[in-house]
């Protein structure tokens, strides 16, 4: 028997043996989940209400989904899951609710997300991330020895993603296996040199293995990187309008790497009127402003910023930049 046919089989399996399989909602069970929305960004507000409006028109299975994937990228995920479940009754063969609903609950319930993650596979084994989250949440679950299946065969599948490798050195870490979780994770580091998690686990490992200067490294860098990459994952990044003051300042920044000047300070501009606050919005269009030699516009979009975060060393740096002649760097917003 392959190894891709008894990962299917294992999932097949863990979905019919499972007693914690929730109950698939009745079709009564469908009123509309609405989470408290006081004090939410007025621009999100309008993208749910308008998703909630469709659903109350026809009800369909897209129009759950499509309420599901707004709630979804906003974090109200209680509600999100409730409308995947929906949809899934109502279109039991499209996957992409049934892995929705998984990640949903992926840190809430793992017990529960494992459980959709098993059934969800049974339609993307050959997709690598669904497999590292299985793998994750089977840990959580202390099922150690299937997680390292999974995790492997997602190393297997993207070759070029550090996420599968880096959890492989975890498992490796736990099991006190320090020279195995070492190779995992520099290997995890030959493919993403940027991957924070790989980092700290390999300190870990260096120290383990009387590597102290190595250690010593890999805890340095790992400071300075996010300890939560993000994952190319098409099954999990519904195609939504963007809505709210960072999402518009994310599509914006898209727009400009695309050579899209103009639409780009549009979104920026939606994003300023939504949250006033929002400085990564700010910033972002002055550097923008600033590169078209509109540096007066510039200069009053973070002298707004200074009134109104008057403390704020980051406002200060950056106006004084810009005063001198120099350009913006507005980073990322993770």
């Not at 959580?140 to 070759?159: C, I, K, N, V």
Request: net charge negative; glycine share 6%; charged share 30%.
């Amino acid at each position: 028997m392959s190894a891709r046919l008894a990962l299917a089989l294992a999932a097949l399996l863990a979905v019919a043996c499972s007693a914690e399989t929730p109950a698939v909602p009745s079709a009564a069970a469908d009123a509309l989940p609405v989470p408290d929305l006081a004090g939410v960004d007025p621009d999100v507000v309008a993208a749910i209400e308008t998703a909630l409006a469709a659903v109350r028109t026809e009800a369909s299975a897209d129009a759950w989904g499509r309420l599901g994937n707004r709630y979804f990228v906003h974090d109200f995920l209680p509600e999100a899951e409730r409308c995947f479940a929906r949809a899934e009754e109502l279109d039991p063969g499209r996957v992409a609710w049934t892995y929705r609903r998984a990640l949903c609950s992926i840190d809430a319930n793992p017990a529960e997300a494992a459980v959709h993650l098993a059934r969800a596979l049974v339609q993307l084994e050959e997709h690598a991330p669904a497999h590292e989250n299985y793998a994750h949440v089977l840990t959580r679950l202390g099922r150690d020895a299937e997680a390292e299946e999974h995790y492997r065969r997602a190393s297997a599948l993207d070759p070029r993603s550090a996420q599968a490798e880096t959890g492989l050195g975890r498992l490796a870490l736990a099991r006190g296996d320090f020279a195995a979780a070492r190779a995992h994770l520099e290997e995890a580091l030959r493919r993403d040199a940027r991957h924070g998690e790989a980092h700290s686990a390999l300190a870990q490992a260096c120290l383990a293995l009387g590597d102290e200067a190595g250690a010593r490294e890999h805890a340095a860098l790992s400071r300075t990187l996010p300890q939560a990459s993000r994952r190319e994952d098409v099954y999990a990044t519904p195609s939504v309008a963007p809505a709210g003051a960072r999402a518009r300042t994310r599509f914006g920044r898209q727009l400009e790497r695309q050579q899209k000047p103009e639409e780009a300070a549009e979104q920026y501009r939606i994003a300023l009127r939504g949250n006033p606050d929002y400085y990564f919005a700010r910033v972002s269009l002055a550097a923008l402003l600033a590169r078209q030699d509109r540096r007066d516009e510039a200069v009053e979009l973070l002298r707004e910023a200074q009134r109104r975060t008057p403390d704020s060393a980051q406002v200060r740096r950056d106006l004084e930049r810009l005063l001198a002649g120099g350009t913006l760097e507005p980073g990322a917003d993770d």
